[in-house]
């Protein structure tokens, strides 16, 4: 039995023979139940869990569309978002990776992960200038990428360095 349910509910589940998941039942026992299902208010089993149809699902999905939705700010991507989805942004990550032969270039880690970063060397919020140099970035494992955050001052100049070796 689920841990974080009171015991009247799990007491109540036995009862009313929920659960017997996957338990094959005969026709007759299935009339019997939902005859005494109804009596006492339950819904029965068949009706728990229904799938929505292909049509009521784009429904919901369009009643919270837009300014309906409960995520909405005011049709306002953040400029640093829309730069980052940027088709120039992602050219400026892959040059990275290519140049850095899809490997992270932190010493010690030659970890060719599946899922690596581009880092900024210099931040990409304060060098609106630097942000598409080739030069201004680095490639990073995730594990890595941690390491850096809210310290990138400190590895400035030892990615450069890096960096120069690898031109």
């Known amino acids: ?4 349910r009171s015991l009247k509910a799990q007491e109540a589940t036995i009862r009313n023979g929920l659960n017997n998941k996957g338990k094959k039942r005969s026709e007759e026992w299935k009339k019997a139940r939902s005859v005494e299902w109804k009596k006492r208010g339950i819904k029965p089993p068949s009706t728990l869990g229904k799938k929505h149809t292909s049509e009521t699902k784009k429904k919901i999905g369009e009643a919270q569309l837009g300014e309906k939705n409960h995520n909405w700010k005011g049709g306002a991507t953040e400029k640093h978002q829309e730069i980052r989805n940027s ?3 992602k050219l ?11 490997i ?4 010690g880690c030659d970890k060719s992960e599946h899922y690596l970063e581009a880092h900024h060397i210099k931040k990409f919020s304060d060098n609106s200038t630097e942000r598409f140099d080739n030069n201004n970035g680095i490639t990073l494992c995730k594990k890595c990428h941690n390491k850096t955050k809210t310290r990138e001052s400190k590895f400035e100049i030892m990615f450069h360095t890096i960096i120069k070796t690898r031109i």
């Open 1 to 4: 039995m689920k841990k974080n």
């Open 87 to 89: 088709s120039k942004y």
């Open 92 to 102: 400026w990550r892959t040059d990275i990776f290519e140049r850095d032969g899809f």
């Open 104 to 107: 992270c270039q932190m010493p």
